[in-house]
């Protein structure tokens, strides 16, 4: 792992909300909404995106934490971005500080992810 990913460091990703991304069962009457867990997938997606510009050759992270709180709704069809800032390193472990906003500016999500560095052959079991 190279030592430049220190706590500040950030990342943004934005998608744009699809209807696999979304949940239904509130009923037909409720339009479908982006889902808590397609935006865990976009956190974890742009700490990864970030991760992999440090990690040598034969790495990669894994999340084994993650603490987010879904603030408001966002109907599918919107955009959604993910902003992923490093808070703490400790040895292999990193602690992220994230956020989500919808496309008018509202905060969906916020809350922390725990990510560890590991060597991809060893995690395999090869």
């Excluded at 995106?49 to 790495?59: N, Q, S, W």
């Excluded at 993650?66 to 040895?91: C, F, N, S, W, Y």
Aim: charged share 20%; aromatic share 4%; with cysteine.
């Amino acid at each position: 792992m190279k030592p430049d990913l220190k706590p500040g460091v950030s990342e943004e990703q934005t998608i744009t909300t699809t209807p696999d991304m979304g949940i239904s069962h509130l009923g037909p009457s409720v339009p479908p909404m982006y889902s808590t867990p397609a935006m865990i997938a976009l956190i974890e997606a742009a700490c990864v995106t970030l991760m992999t510009r440090y990690v040598d050759e034969g790495e990669q992270s894994v999340g084994f934490h993650i603490d987010v709180r879904h603030l408001a709704p966002t109907t599918i069809g919107q955009q959604v971005t993910a902003k992923v800032t490093v808070r703490a390193v400790d040895g292999r472990r990193y602690t992220f500080d994230v956020e989500c906003t919808n496309e008018e500016g509202v905060k969906i999500g916020e809350g922390i992810h725990e990510r560890a560095v590991i060597d991809i052959a060893r995690f395999a079991g090869q």
